[in-house]
């Protein structure tokens, strides 16, 4: 074997995951990710409203935003917050925290509750809930979400067909499993 077919043979096993990941989406077999790694935490509206005003002064302050940013729309805001949730006969419909977390950034880029900055804040609430639930980071200190992937994940949601809803959830709760 050539150094090349080595090389290629590394990457490959490298990125395992990624082959797997890309048949089942395209042959429509992807579920959400059964995993038990990360704790449960409860993101409070006012929380998530003080979070969302930080990164506005801290984007109006590098210049990035303008004071639309961040401003709501009715309280669409808090009816996304509310309902990663929802119960039924006393069990969580979303059962784990990743879907909340996978749920809490389509709902928030796909409903633009906001008058601007819908993708970022929805980005940045879904790091923020995922730190928050000990998902941010691997066991080995690497995070589960480069800011590449971040960017990508948000656009990948953006451009999405709502019909597509399930699979890209399902999607995200794959690229946060272990």
């Known amino acids: 074997m050539n150094s090349n077919d080595k090389e290629a043979l590394e990457l490959i096993r490298y990125y395992k995951k990624s082959w797997s990941l890309l048949q089942k989406f395209d042959d429509g077999s992807l579920g959400l ?9 409860i993101l409070g509206y006012d929380e998530a409203l003080m979070a969302v005003d930080e990164l506005k002064r801290e984007l109006i302050k590098r210049g990035e935003a303008s004071n639309i940013f961040g401003v709501q729309k009715a309280r669409e805001f808090e009816g996304i917050i509310k309902n990663i949730y929802q119960t039924f006969g006393g069990r969580d419909l979303l059962a784990s925290p990743q879907e909340k977390a996978a749920n ?12 601007d900055g819908n993708k970022r804040i929805g980005s940045f609430i879904f ?5 928050k639930c000990k ?10 979400i ?15 067909e709502p019909k597509q809803k399930d699979m890209v959830v399902n999607l995200i709760t794959n690229l946060l499993g272990d």
Not at 104 to 115: E, G, N, Q, T
Request: proline fraction near 2%; glycine fraction near 4%.
């Open 146 to 160: 480069s800011d590449n992937a971040l960017v990508t994940l948000a656009l990948f949601v953006a451009q999405s």
């Open 104 to 115: 809490l950034i389509y709902y928030i880029i796909k409903d633009h509750p906001f008058s």
């Open 33 to 41: 990710c059964k995993s038990d790694v990360g704790k449960n935490f």
């Open 135 to 144: 998902l941010l980071f691997k066991s080995n200190g690497e995070r589960r």
């Open 127 to 131: 790091i923020l809930f995922l730190s």
